[in-house]
């Protein structure tokens, strides 16, 4: 049984559709039982029915264009600290709290992520936007510990 190779592509648009975004996609086939991990993000808040929503999604897409009638499917959140390491999630999280080391200091900046643009972030701290380049990060995450949202 050959993975269609356009899949990932077709379910990312397929979630978008629904309001979430596909943040990691992995197939991968042991003794002919084929097993699907992704991982989605809904700005509105990504809890089990998103995810269940997501798996239900996954599994129609895979019956209809690969055949595969009962596939394993594993769907979770991000995560509410998750670390922030792919374009695909820099572009998910924009105007989402996060937090930022940068690899010039000691200490985490708090603030919102605004766009992305490739090489470079805007950095939203106390109503004042800095563009940030990623290469100057040292690490991001969700900032699980923002109360205003």
């Keep these: 049984m050959v993975i269609q190779a356009g899949l990932e592509d077709e379910i990312e648009a397929l979630l978008a559709k629904a309001g979430m ?24 808040g990504t809890g089990t029915e998103e995810c269940a ?13 690969a055949n595969i009638q009962d596939p394993e499917i594993e769907v979770s959140s991000p995560g509410i600290d998750r670390t922030i390491r792919t374009s695909k999630e820099w ?7 996060i937090k930022l080391l940068l690899v010039s200091e000691n200490e ?18 106390n109503d004042i936007s800095t563009a940030i380049e990623i290469s100057a990060i040292a690490k991001a995450k ?5 109360k205003g949202e």
């Design 21 to 44: 975004r596909l943040l990691t996609f992995s197939v991968s086939q042991r003794k002919g039982n084929v097993k699907v991990t992704a991982t989605v993000f809904s700005p509105s």
């Design 91 to 97: 572009q998910a999280f924009e105007g989402q709290q």
């Design 53 to 65: 929503k997501a798996s239900r999604l996954i599994e129609a897409e895979l019956r209809r264009t």
């Design 142 to 146: 969700l900032d699980s510990s923002y």
């Design 108 to 125: 985490w900046r708090s603030g919102k992520l605004g766009k992305y643009c490739g090489n470079r972030i805007d950095f939203i701290e």
